[in-house]
């Protein structure tokens, strides 16, 4: 490898990805009842459920399919994908400790007759595979819900293999 490419990969980071997406990793949020954020077994971090919520604590709130749309879902989804990682770098201390994200599972507070969850959760699923590149693609689950946590449009929560 040359001395330019050596440069290259050792700038090429989840954190120089964020960054060049134009995103500050916000304090992960604390957990909203009797739980924690994260339990890591093993080489595996589990990751509790998190929700839009801004960096102000502001929360996203409404039914998907009524007073959401798909876009503002999808922006949602991306949002809680942010606050995500921001609790990986949180319990891990450096994301580049990720070695995978094995698996989210989404959930969509949604209208009976809703049928498009997965485009919503494609969110957070873009910006993974974006920030983590190849280590990114996941298995996922996205379902609908009559209602969530505080009205909130969207949940998504992760298993990722860690080094």
């Known amino acids: 490898m040359t001395s330019s490419e050596l440069l290259k990969h050792k700038e090429d980071t989840p954190y ?11 304090e992960a949020p604390p957990p909203i009842a009797n ?18 919520t ?11 399919g009524a007073d959401v749309s798909v876009d503002q879902a999808y922006q949602h989804a991306r ?7 921001a609790v990986m770098h ?6 580049r400790r990720v070695r995978r994200v094995v698996k989210l599972f989404g959930m969509v507070n949604a209208t009976p007759d809703f049928a498009d969850h997965p485009s919503v959760i494609n969110g957070c699923s873009d910006l993974l595979i974006d920030v983590f590149q190849e280590a990114g693609i996941h298995a996922r689950s996205a379902v609908g819900h009559g209602s969530l946590p505080g009205r909130i449009t969207v949940e998504i929560e992760a298993v990722i293999a860690i080094d």
């Open 16 to 26: 120089t990805r964020l960054s060049a997406l134009g995103i500050t990793l916000p």
């Open 35 to 52: 739980f924690v954020t994260h339990v890591q077994e093993g080489k595996l971090l589990f990751l509790s459920g998190q929700g839009p």
């Open 79 to 85: 949002l809680t994908g942010i606050n995500l990682i």
């Open 54 to 64: 801004e960096a102000d604590g502001r929360l996203h709130t409404g039914k998907v």
């Open 90 to 95: 949180a319990a891990l201390g450096d994301l």
